[in-house]
């Protein structure tokens, strides 16, 4: 069947809802959220079951159409974002937006791929529970794309990352079979398990339809403190002394350097510096109490920052008085993608290396690199407890910024991988691979990852029409780099 033959098909199928090739109804959907990838999609298709998802890759596969899965966008790798052909169809699960039930005894919740990660809070907390993963993206971020992103965020320092808060998954392989599996089962052990091997795969070997996920009891309370150090080892030590007093309780432990807050206070309205002092490096942490033998945060805190402070690892330091200061104290940390933005160009590096290595990259590299590129300048700033740190390098002043990117941005990317790759760590934490880091990770994978990730993609979607370009490097793809 041609393309087009199968597009009025899918247009028959999907109906007025479900279907639209009008540019202007695509147009924002064909941009990455960094707007810095664009492309064309032949359509967009939206299903609102899971039968429909089922029969759309079913005419897509007799004929060869390339789906691009998208939830709200919000990636930051171009996963969702199509190719420059406008051969392949844009195919959202935002319509399925359901939360079909909620188990509060087993702490489970069963939704559908197009549930936004907010709702999904509002929805549990109804039932004093919680969703335990968070981030900037919250408002659009679904569930998934988080799935398929094996997303991050600020709670996985406790609670994992998407991939230990999947419980059970439902998907359409790239034949249109529907992969059901959404009762977990505490034991299971029939070989290979699709499940994790969907978690993470950016769309390249299925479409996810539904999840459950786990949950947590509801916070009885929370700290949310702000403390000043003077360096990123000084954060590493405070960190090795709150894993140490609080095992139970420590939720988020979040670092920045001086000039992000700046940039937050300069671009965000209503935020302010919780100590109103220039101290060169910031920590956010969060202690959590969800049941009733574990101390009172706010107490426990205030006495193990008193006691740092003494020690001369922390300079100064505030806990937040009510839950509006937590917000306040978040709402900066989650702001500083958006103030970085508005500061000028920059290369985002989202990358990991062993927890315990991570301040020494960023106190011996961020120099060396501000040396080797004259002008430009470091932001470190992330998720310390994780090991995994956004590390961006800025601009020189008044540069071109396409022409920027397109050259000293390739090399510089190139130079940050390698050294991440010196010490054995990873060029993509928590974002994914998507189109934007396809060539780096051809170049830099281990030959045996490599080889299985082509082998897995190639037995599942043998006529490539799952996402097509983003994940899996094709021999072309790491020459290119
Ligand atoms: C301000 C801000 C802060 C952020 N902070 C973080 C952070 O701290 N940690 C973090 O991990 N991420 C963060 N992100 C990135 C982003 O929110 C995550 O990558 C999120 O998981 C993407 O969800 P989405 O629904 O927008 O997916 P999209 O962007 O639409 O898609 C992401 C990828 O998943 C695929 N996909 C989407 N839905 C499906 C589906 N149903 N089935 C199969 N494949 C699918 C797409 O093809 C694409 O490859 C942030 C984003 C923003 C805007």
């Given at each position: 069947m041609s393309h087009n033959e199968t597009l009025k098909q899918l247009q028959q199928l999907l109906g007025p809802k479900g279907f639209s090739a009008d540019p202007a109804e695509l147009a924002p959907w064909t941009t990455d959220w960094r707007g810095r990838y664009s492309g064309k999609a032949a359509a967009l298709l939206s299903p609102a079951s899971t039968e429909e998802v089922a029969a759309i890759v079913k005419l897509a596969s007799t004929s060869g159409l390339a789906l691009v899965p998208q939830g709200g966008?919000?990636?930051?790798?171009?996963?969702?974002t199509p190719d420059a052909s406008g051969t392949s169809c844009l195919l959202s699960l935002r319509r399925m937006n359901q939360i079909e039930k909620i188990d509060p005894a087993a702490r489970l919740v069963q939704c559908g791929a197009g549930v936004i990660l907010q709702n999904l809070h509002e929805a549990v907390a109804a039932h004093d529970?919680?969703?335990p993963l968070t981030l900037g993206g919250k408002g659009s971020a679904t569930i998934g794309g988080l799935v398929s992103t094996n997303a991050g965020g600020t709670q996985v320092l406790r609670h994992g990352t998407m991939r230990a808060l999947v419980a059970g998954l439902q998907a359409v392989l790239p034949d249109g079979s529907v992969f059901n599996e959404l009762t977990p089962l505490?034991?299971?052990?029939?070989?290979?398990d699709l499940k994790h091997l969907l978690i993470g795969a950016e769309g390249t070997i299925g479409i996810v339809t539904k999840a459950t996920l786990h949950l947590v009891p509801a916070l009885i309370e929370r700290s949310v403190a702000w403390a000043a150090v003077d360096s990123p080892t000084a954060a590493y030590q405070l960190l090795l002394a709150a894993n140490a007093a609080f095992p139970s309780m420590l939720e988020g432990f979040e670092i920045l350097p001086d000039t992000a807050l700046r940039h937050v206070l300069k671009h965000i309205p209503g935020t302010r510096d919780p100590l109103e002092t220039g101290y060169a490096w910031h920590v956010v942490m969060e202690l959590a109490k969800d049941?009733?033998?574990?101390?009172p945060p706010s107490n426990a805190a205030e006495q193990f920052l008193g006691k740092m402070l003494e020690k001369g690892l922390v300079r100064d330091a505030v806990v937040a008085a009510s839950e509006a200061q937590a917000e306040a104290f978040w709402k900066i940390r989650d702001s500083i993608a958006e103030a970085e933005r508005a500061e000028g160009p920059a290369l985002q590096h989202d990358i990991s290396v062993p927890v315990d290595a991570m301040a020494r990259f960023i106190e011996r590299e961020s120099p060396k690199f501000e040396a080797r590129y004259p002008g430009t300048s470091i932001i470190a700033f992330g998720h310390l407890g994780d090991g995994n740190i956004h590390f961006h390098v800025k601009a020189p002043k008044g540069i071109a910024a396409d022409a920027w990117y397109a050259d000293d941005g390739l090399r510089i990317s190139a130079d940050v991988y390698d050294r991440v790759t010196e010490y054995s760590?990873?060029?993509?934490?928590?974002?994914?691979?998507?189109?934007?880091?396809l060539a780096e990770f051809g170049r830099l994978s281990d030959p045996a990852r490599l080889w299985a990730l082509r082998a897995i993609k190639s037995a599942l979607d043998p006529q490539g029409?799952?996402?097509?370009?983003?994940?899996v490097p094709l021999a072309s793809d790491s020459a290119a780099a």
């Open positions: 966008n919000s990636g930051m790798v171009a996963g969702a529970l919680r969703f505490k034991k299971d052990n029939r070989g290979y049941s009733a033998d574990q101390e760590g990873s060029i993509s934490a928590e974002h994914g691979i998507g189109k934007a880091k029409i799952m996402n097509p370009g983003k994940l």
